[in-house]
């Protein structure tokens, strides 16, 4: 069992930046993949960024791919999404998952509650 929580989220302007942590617990919580995912308001929920166990491998939507970037700290059981240069069309609750096995784009056994992302324009 893995629990995740995110933290991170509020608003910002257009142009700007956040910094969204995942925080794991739970068993062999450094063996599990990471990924990152959003749903706006009216729309399915899609995938934005993974990260490996080993953090060597990373994967990223076109969408945020040169804006945002993965990293994680097995030490601090954490992984983070750095967000610059934020659009509003970033507006989403941002939820990360985890898996086992590297495979950014498929199912995912565990989930967090979410944070809440909102740019403004």
């Known amino acids: 069992q893995v629990q995740l929580v995110e933290s991170g989220g509020g608003l910002v302007q257009a142009g700007g930046s956040l910094r969204l942590s995942c925080a794991a617990s739970g068993r062999a919580t450094i063996s599990y993949a990471i990924g990152w995912f959003r749903q706006a308001p009216g729309k399915e929920r899609e995938f934005v960024s993974g990260?490996?166990?080993?953090?060597?491998?990373?994967d990223y939507a076109d969408s945020v791919k040169g804006r945002f970037t993965i990293s994680r700290s097995n030490a601090k059981n954490t992984v983070y999404l750095q967000m610059n240069s934020l659009k509003p069309g970033d507006t989403a609750v941002y939820y990360c998952?985890?898996?086992?096995?590297?495979?950014?784009?498929?199912?995912?056994?565990?989930w967090g509650q979410g944070t809440q992302v909102t740019v403004s324009s």
């Open positions: 990260i490996g166990w080993s953090a060597g491998t990373t």
């Open positions: 998952a985890a898996r086992l096995g590297w495979s950014p784009r498929g199912e995912y056994a565990y």
